[in-house]
Structures are given as structure tokens and as C-alpha cells.
């Protein structure tokens, strides 16, 4: 039995208040997740059912702390709760529901990276002009026109972008992935959508089934996400939302702070519970975030406060430059490390852009600190992986075009271009894809015998491969097709050393592993089911820290973190906040919402740095210090004697860089 005595008076009502809409205003650091799994634990003590409630979050690390913390409470019946991602809660309804919605059941979901190659295609068949275009940009304003309810463009000619363009590449990119039976991530939450409120019947079977919603990060939910939501709990009204306006900073990519603003809107008769003692940063941290936000107009009025009284001054320093500004923190940094005794993993430089990394990178190798740049190659984005994975999609769903040709010459087998192209003339012809064409090369009369053969023995390899499938486990396919490619063909060719050649090896071989361990926890365990978890995984998870080493990122990475010892770097005009984004009210309301969630993320050290200068397309622009820094109390804040004033000459801010290095280099001489 969970006793809800374990919180503060405001996590207890939160949790206990299982009936009706619940808004629960969660400032940082004031235990969000500590009061989420406490209120789970708390419903099915009161009886409710695993498989009633649905908790919705936005990362795949968020819902397995959550699921584990749960866990930990009540026992093994959490694993019965369905917590996942809005993605992966939109891939399993499409599972359940393929049929209805014009799919078979072992689709394929495209990442980022094919929708952008399958856009290029489109505009490479439309327009001899199709180089002025960029994919990626096409890609964005295809998303944003789009309709859930028909897939119907609302767009209109802007920027140098034809509308008939726009279409003609839209209706092809849909023809596509109807003809691979492929999905792209919009329609993980378009096609539930569409369905609930296309199939009356299936929309009260998950009403039925999902009588308690409960959603973390609310404050970043899109209007899609909104809709599917709302749709589900239209009948009972048991959602609980969680979340915290101050901290929405997505609206680049399409987040919704009125969601969060508007919810006693959408329910009159909502329960408000502000959640404001925090637990992690010091008064004096606190009280230079609340300044800082308290000048958005807009906002759910909320005061952070801890008991942990006092804390050190916020040190701010002005640099001359980008370089000196690294040399600043990282001095810093180490010295704090020495005093402290901190691991390297207590220290976090923040900054608005990843372009701001280079100078730190140079600092932090040349004293030999060990560091991360969070946002660099995950696993999945490896060249091996992503070619296994697409010669496993091809085996679960021979549809897969776009699978297919990134694999069809690799290793190389002989494949050119041309022959390619015959190819999909020859599968266009039969009204087939083209992993079917493969076992009919002979057909294709203008094909050279080399590329013939080579195409008849991928198909027949493929083909054996997918039979073993219906009668062997996963993994044990998975580990026979990887011997069955030669792939270390391909990496002896492109890899500079025996040893890149076995790491790379390794890597595909973890792959496998993973393969293993999804058998392990899966009741009905499939190629096609592995597939789509791993493309929700590469999509949704965060990255995670390397132990033992300083983390480099941006503040939107950082979100959801804290660390004892803070740097923001870059705090002057036009990078925080950005120059675009100030031009708007609503753009420059989010710009205070990062600066706040960058001060919030420090518990006990926090130091805010600026150049006086920086390089900007070869010449030196002079630097003023961020507007955000004015609405810090002067009494929170340690203006440096040296180099922390505008004013401040270069002599003497070389000359503090200059005692710094010299510090730097006693420490690094003592035993």
C-alpha cells in the first residue's frame, strides 16, 4: 500500500483527484513525475483498472521512467498500463485498425530522412527547375497544409513556391507511400484520428477502454494531438493534464501553448492545482527565473519557491570574444570541479544554437576535459544500421520501394543507375513493386546478363529469408540474413581501418541483440512489430548523457534536465533572444520561456556569459549583453570586476583571460 503522505499538500491533491478535468501546473523542479506515478498508484489502489488507464508522454525515456517508477509503487501490474508516446499510441491504433484504414498490417513508418528522398523524387519527375527547391522545405509546408480528416492541402502561393508545385509533389509523395503500404510519422496521429471519427464504433471501444487520460508536458501538445485527445475523453472527462506554460518552447515545431492557457476553456468546471515548491535549484536561482518570466504577459500566474534559502550570486561575465568567452566557462568550470570535487557529468554548457559549440569543443579538448555535444550520430542514424534495417523491411513488407533501393547495390552487386531504372520501368509495367521484380529479371530484356543475375540472386535470398520468417523467431533471421549479405564487403571498402571495420561489425550485431531482447518481452514477437518500435525509438527517444563527461547542448536539449553547475552561454541580443523570433509578440514570449527553462535548469551554481564581439560573415560585430539579463535583480547577480561590464576594455578582459590560463595551468601542474 503507496501512502500519499509521501507529498506535499499540493502533490496529494493532484493525485487523489481522480474524477473529471484536473489541470495540474507543475513548475520546474517541484516532483512532476514523483506526483504522476503517485496518482497512478493511487487510482488502482482505488480499484481501477490496468487497462482503463492511458498515460501519454513525448519521449520514450519519459514513459519507461514513468512505467519503472510505477513499477516500484505497485509491482509488475504496471507493465499492464498503457504509457507510450503519442506516436507510439497512434502506431498501435493503426495496427489494430489497419484494415480500416487502407493498410496491411505489416506497414512500413518512413523517418524523417526518406520523406525528404521521396520529396526529391516528386520534385525531380515535376519540374526540370526542381534544384531551386529545397526538400526539407517542401517536406514542412506539405505537414502544415495538411488535413487530418481527407488529406487535403490548404496552402496557398507564398514565398517563390508554387502552389501547383506543392500538389503535384504532395500527390505523388502520397502515392508512394500508399503503394510501399508505408506511413510517414504524420499519419501516426492523423490516421487515429481519422478514425475515431470515421468508426463510431471503434471510437467508443477506446473510450470504453481508455477511461482515465492522463497527459505529461501538456504544454507542448500540437493541435493534433489536442484533437485526439479530446476525442477520446469526450464522454468521461477524466483527463488529467500536466504540465507548465512557462516551459513551452516548441512552437517552432508546431506546439500549442494555448492548449495549456485555454483548458479551463474547453472545461469550465476544471480542478486547478499549482504545483511550486521546488525541489532542485537555490532562492537565489528561483527568484532570478521568476523575474525573468514574470514579464510574459500571457501566462498561468505561478511563483517558484524552496525551502533550500539563500545560494550563491549568479556569476555573469562579458568576454571579448566567442573564443575568450569558452576560455571563461571552461576556467570556470574547472575551477568549481576542483573546489567541489564535482564528476565532469555535474556541469552543463547551454546555448541557443549548436552552432555555438565550436569554441568550446576547441577549449574543453585543448585542457583535456572530457565533454559530450548532445544532438551528435545516434545509433540509428549509422550507415550499417540503417542498411540492415532496410534489407529487414524488405522482408516484412516486400512493398517497400524505398527500402529496397538503398540496399540494391550495397554491397555492390553490380548495379548501376541504369539498370536500376530498367527496373522500376519493368515492375511500373507489371503493375508490381519492385522486390517481386527481382525473382522476374529475366523478363527485363534490356538488362546486361551481370545485372540479371544479380538481381535474380538478391530476390532469391530475399525471398528465402522471408519464408524462414513465418517459422523462426526474428532474431534467428535477422542473424542468418546479415551472414547471408557479405555486408563486411561494403565495410572493408568505406571504412579506413580493420578496427572501424569491427566496431561498424559490432554495431549491426547489437542490432540483432536487440532484436533478442524485443523477443523476450513481446508476446507475439515479429519482424514488422520490431521495425515500427525501432522507428518510433529513433524518433521519439532522447538522447542520453555520457557519464563521466561535461554535457555541450542547446537549452531546448537540456529541457527536462538539471545539473549542479550551469553555464548559458551567448546571452547577448540576436542569439537569446534570437533576432527572427523577437520580431513577433508571441516569438518573443517563447525566447523568455527558454531563458527561463535554461536558469531553471541549475541547482546550486549558475554562471550567465556573453562576447562583447563576434565573428559574423568575416567581419566583427559588436555584441550588446540579452534584455533578459536587465530583469534579473541586481542583488542576484555577480557582475565580474574584470570582464563582466560592457564597458570593459579588451587590456582588461585579456588580462582576467590571462589569470585565468595562468590558474588553469597551476592546477593542471599540482599533484
Not at 513548475?27 to 489502489?45: E, F, S, V
Request: charged share 25%; with cysteine.
Amino acid at each position: 500500500m503507496i501512502s500519499l503522505d509521501d507529498l506535499n499538500p499540493q502533490q496529494r491533491e493532484a493525485a487523489r483527484t481522480i474524477e473529471g478535468p484536473v489541470l495540474v501546473l507543475s513548475g520546474a523542479g517541484t516532483g512532476k513525475t514523483r506526483t504522476i506515478t503517485y496518482r497512478i498508484a493511487h487510482m488502482l489502489q482505488q480499484g481501477i483498472a490496468c487497462e482503463n488507464i492511458l498515460a501519454v508522454t513525448f519521449t520514450n525515456k519519459a514513459a519507461r521512467e514513468m512505467r519503472q517508477r510505477v513499477r516500484t509503487l505497485v509491482g509488475k501490474r504496471a507493465q499492464q498500463i498503457q504509457v507510450s508516446t503519442f506516436h507510439s499510441l497512434g502506431a498501435r491504433m493503426v495496427r489494430e485498425h489497419a484494415a480500416a484504414l487502407g493498410l496491411r498490417p505489416h506497414f512500413s513508418i518512413y523517418d524523417g530522412g526518406e520523406q525528404v528522398a521521396l520529396v526529391k523524387k516528386a520534385l525531380r519527375g515535376i519540374s526540370v527547375t526542381w534544384k531551386k527547391y529545397k526538400p526539407e522545405d517542401i517536406l514542412f509546408r506539405l505537414h502544415a497544409a495538411r488535413g487530418w480528416r481527407d488529406d487535403t492541402l490548404t496552402i496557398r502561393d507564398a514565398d517563390g513556391v508554387d502552389s501547383a508545385v506543392l500538389h503535384s509533389v504532395w500527390d505523388t509523395y502520397r502515392a508512394t507511400l500508399r503503394s510501399a503500404n508505408a506511413v510517414d510519422f504524420e499519419d501516426l496521429l492523423f490516421l487515429p484520428l481519422r478514425l475515431l471519427h470515421t468508426h463510431k464504433d471503434v471510437l467508443r471501444q477506446y473510450r470504453e477502454r481508455f477511461r482515465y487520460i492522463l497527459v505529461d508536458e501538456y504544454q507542448d501538445t500540437n493541435s493534433t494531438q489536442f484533437d485526439l485527445l479530446h476525442t477520446l475523453a469526450g464522454t468521461h472527462r477524466n483527463i488529467c493534464v500536466v504540465g507548465d506554460d512557462d516551459q513551452s518552447i516548441y512552437g517552432w515545431r508546431g506546439a500549442e501553448v494555448r492548449n495549456i492557457l485555454d483548458f479551463e476553456k474547453h472545461y469550465p468546471h476544471a480542478k486547478v492545482i499549482r504545483l511550486e515548491e521546488n525541489y532542485r535549484s537555490t532562492t537565489t536561482i528561483l527568484n532570478a527565473a521568476n523575474a525573468v518570466i514574470s514579464k510574459n504577459a500571457e501566462r498561468k500566474a505561478k511563483r517558484l519557491w524552496t525551502q533550500r534559502r539563500g545560494g550563491a550570486k549568479i556569476r555573469c561575465v562579458a568576454a571579448v570574444d566567442e573564443m575568450d568567452e569558452a576560455e571563461l566557462v571552461v576556467a570556470d568550470l574547472m575551477m568549481q570541479q576542483r573546489e567541489r570535487t564535482l564528476p565532469p557529468s555535474a556541469f552543463a554548457i547551454l546555448m541557443r544554437m549548436n552552432t555555438q559549440a565550436r569554441p568550446f569543443e576547441e577549449v574543453l579538448r585543448r585542457y583535456k576535459v572530457p565533454y559530450v555535444v548532445v544532438g551528435g550520430m545516434q545509433f540509428y542514424d549509422r550507415k550499417e544500421i540503417k542498411d540492415f534495417l532496410c534489407y529487414m523491411r524488405v522482408l516484412a513488407n516486400p512493398q517497400d520501394d524505398e527500402a529496397l533501393l538503398r540496399i540494391i547495390n550495397v554491397p555492390a552487386r553490380a548495379l548501376g543507375e541504369t539498370s536500376i531504372e530498367r527496373l522500376g520501368r519493368a515492375a511500373a509495367q507489371a503493375g508490381t513493386a519492385l522486390v517481386p521484380m527481382l525473382s522476374r529479371a529475366e523478363e527485363i530484356r534490356d538488362l546486361q546478363p551481370a545485372a540479371r543475375h544479380a538481381m535474380a540472386q538478391l530476390g532469391a535470398m530475399l525471398e528465402t529469408h522471408r519464408q524462414m520468417l513465418a517459422q523462426q523467431p526474428p532474431a534467428q533471421v535477422a542473424r542468418a540474413l546479415w551472414a547471408a549479405v557479405d555486408y563486411r564487403r561494403e565495410l572493408e571498402t568505406s571504412s579506413r581501418t580493420p578496427q572501424e571495420v569491427d566496431e561498424r561489425m559490432a554495431n549491426a550485431q547489437a542490432l540483432i541483440d536487440s532484436i533478442a531482447y524485443y523477443e523476450q518481452h513481446t508476446q507475439e514477437p515479429t519482424m514488422s512489430g520490431f521495425l515500427q518500435q525501432t522507428m518510433l525509438l529513433n524518433r521519439d527517444d532522447d538522447e542520453e548523457l555520457s557519464a563521466g563527461k561535461v554535457a555541450v547542448m542547446t537549452v531546448h536539449a537540456a529541457k527536462g534536465l538539471e545539473f549542479p553547475c550551469v553555464y548559458i552561454a551567448g546571452a547577448h541580443q540576436g542569439i537569446m533572444p534570437h533576432a527572427k523570433s523577437a520580431l513577433t509578440a508571441t516569438g518573443m514570449a517563447e525566447e523568455r520561456r527558454l531563458f527561463y527553462v535554461a536558469v531553471t535548469r541549475a541547482r546550486d551554481h549558475l554562471m550567465i556569459s556573453y562576447p562583447l564581439a563576434r565573428m559574423r560573415f568575416g567581419a566583427l560585430e559588436q555584441c550588446a549583453p540579452s534584455e533578459f539579463l536587465t530583469d534579473i535583480p541586481g542583488e542576484l547577480m555577480d557582475w565580474d570586476k574584470n570582464a563582466a561590464v560592457r564597458t570593459a576594455t579588451q587590456e582588461e578582459t585579456a588580462g582576467f583571460v590571462a589569470l585565468f590560463k595562468k590558474q588553469l595551468a597551476e592546477q593542471q601542474q599540482t599533484p
